[in-house]
């Protein structure tokens, strides 16, 4: 990933993968909270974010740890299995906190989300549904669109899929 800017709390930053049953009451709540602050506040839009399929995921955390041990959740994705929403293993609900975004923690987000998956899981092809906007992102990390467009929750989004 030749080219993409460091996040400059790096030092600071700690990755967390978990099943929903190993989330504590207490990451649960910052894990909702950010997923609502950016998908239904900030992009205005009502959906229901708990769609059920979190209990079949795993979750990665991207967390910031203050020198004082405090933590902040700055980052997340869930690894969806193949046969739960697609054909083949997913990524989804990609999020980082808009405090945190402009120095590439999406892309250091979207690279260990798509390690732990293979470490995980093994190599496989992986689909994702992504807001159309944000293709030229997920085309940097080896996703290529289907080219047709649909609209999910009032927004454009496109099926990729990194082979």
């Known amino acids: 990933m030749s080219g993409l800017t460091v996040w400059p709390q790096t030092a ?12 504590s009451a207490a ?9 609502s602050e950016v998908f239904v506040v900030e992009q205005n839009c009502v959906f229901l974010d ?11 955390l991207g967390e910031a740890v203050a ?14 299995p193949h046969g739960v929403s697609f054909a083949e ?6 999020v980082t906190a808009p405090a945190d975004r402009s120095g590439g923690l999406g892309h250091l987000l979207m690279a260990e989300s798509v390690r732990l998956l293979e470490q995980l899981w093994g190599p496989q092809p992986i689909r ?16 290529v669109s289907d080219n047709k467009p649909y609209i999910e929750d009032g927004i454009p989004h496109l099926e990729m ?3």
């Not at 990451?27 to 997923?35: I, K, P």
């Open 12 to 23: 600071g930053l700690r990755w967390r993968c978990l099943p929903f049953d190993a989330l």
């Open 27 to 35: 990451t649960l709540y910052r894990l909702l909270r950010l997923r």
């Open 50 to 60: 708990m769609d059920g399929l979190d209990p079949q995921c795993l979750h990665v």
């Open 67 to 80: 020198p004082d041990g405090s933590v902040r959740l700055v980052a997340s994705t869930r690894l969806v």
């Open 89 to 94: 293993a997913s990524i989804g609900r990609v």
């Open 128 to 143: 994702i549904g992504a807001q159309a906007h944000l293709e030229r992102f997920y085309n940097r990390h080896g996703f």
């Open 161 to 163: 899929i990194r082979r």
